[in-house]
């Protein structure tokens, strides 16, 4: 059953020259009234929210003005107006814009229609809807079609997580799955495991709430956007990205910090931070590093990826104490990723390489081992659209990032503000697919994670056992999902391709990750 009030609609907006300030008009297209106490306004940042006064209400088919002087904060010229039930976890309607209009946005019809330009200034009354101009949105490319299933289904105990959860990362340890997931308000890391199919705190590390971020000297909270391993797991600690100081929220501070997750108590502070606000352009302190992940220097360069700070194949050696690999961080603001070498000693950091996204913003980055990709991340503003990368091995960009494919959100998800993405490592390939899961910083219908599927290959010796060609005891997969990898990395050879598995006369091809590797393109 929808909540009461559920129908109430973010109507018109003023973002820019209002009287006395810019202000959001609700509108209540239902029968009755309803009573608006404790309601939570938000613009595009999460830290920025405030409560409509108790005893406010709106009548049926009547206006309701939530003015900028009562929330505390403005609307900016690429923004949002949020509007949730009390608490905050449920979000009920939004506008977006990415730009100011000459006047407001409202919409055409009141309660129901799509955002448009107006022609007249409305306030608490009907719009006027003649001669407006849609709200364009910007354009993105709904891409292919998601490389999985089409089921999605809840992950979390529903309501736990409430809103801001954001980055995961998926850890495969001899004792069990851990998910990793960080969140931005307050910011919080979360170690998870599965229980009855629902992701829940690890119970014997006192993180029940979570383990709460701090900067280096014990002070601040971490707005944390996103989060990784190394090759080292855990035990080498746990990276997060970070766009800001929540104690200083209008003061950008692009930062990846390291965690000693060992460490005793329910609050962490950082054992290293590299603050790359020196290296990149001016970001406003809500559009700053989303993701972050980590590829070892194998891959690096053994694919030929160039230094583009020397023109130069990426020599590790020239790295002092870099850990083996290079961060890669997302800029939401102007949708670029940069990868560094870090210096895991004194917090120093060199910038490798960098490359446009193609996507309105990054919000979240997973390198993928076993199609050898980088996979990056859009959230709602994109449609949930999903970009892969890789290096290239000839042409006009050798040696650099290029785009693989783009592919639309699965069917079965709806248009969510998805900043999390995570998979399950290759040895939980059965059936030529494996897991992801999708972390909503919204908690849309108090829904933090939801998961599904995506295709991947085996890559291993000959079975024993012929009836399990994919060498999981799964039995004969049949020929249903092609496991080849996104994009035709994999040459043909006039091989059968067969569950996710590539064999030719019974025998798996030698040499089948070293062409993986080497990106031979069909």
Known sequence: MAPVGADIRVNEVESNGGAPGDWIELFNPGAVAVDLSDWVVRDNDDTRFATIPAGSSIDAGEFFVVEEAVIGFGLGANDKARLSLPGGTILVDSASWVAHATLTIGRCPDGTGAFAAMTASTKGAPNVCDGTTPVTPPTIPTGDVWPGGTDIRPADTNGYFGENLSGL?????????ILWAVKNGP???FKLTEVDSRWVPVADIGWTDGALLHYEDGTGEVDAEGVTLTADGASGGVFVASERNNDAGSVSRPSVLRYDVAAPGSGLSAT???????????????????????????????????????GTAYDPASYADHGGGLFVVGVEGNA???????????????????FASGLTGVMELQFDPERQELWAVCDDTCEGATATFAVAMDGASVGNFVSQATFARPAGMANLNNEGFAFAP????ARGTKRVIWSDDNGTDGTSLRTG????????SLPADPADPIGNGQGDTGSGESGSSTGGQLAKTGADVTG???????????????????RLLT
């Open 169 to 177: 990362f998926y850890e495969a340890t001899p004792a069990g799955d």
């Open 187 to 189: 910011g919080t890391l």
């Open 272 to 310: 290293m931070e590299w603050n790359l606000a020196s290296d990149l352009p001016v970001i406003a302190p809500n559009s700053g590093l989303e993701g972050v992940t980590w590829i070892g220097d194998e891959f690096l360069s053994a694919n030929g990826l160039i230094d583009q700070a020397t």
């Open 336 to 354: 670029m990723v940069y990868a560094y070498a870090f210096n895991q000693l004194i917090g120093a950091f060199d910038r490798v390489t960098s």
């Open 426 to 429: 290759q040895s939980q390939c």
């Open 453 to 460: 599927t995506m295709t991947c290959m085996v890559l291993a």
């Open 500 to 518: 996710g598995v590539l064999a030719a006369g019974g025998m798996l091809l030698a040499g089948l990750v070293m062409l993986m590797r080497r």
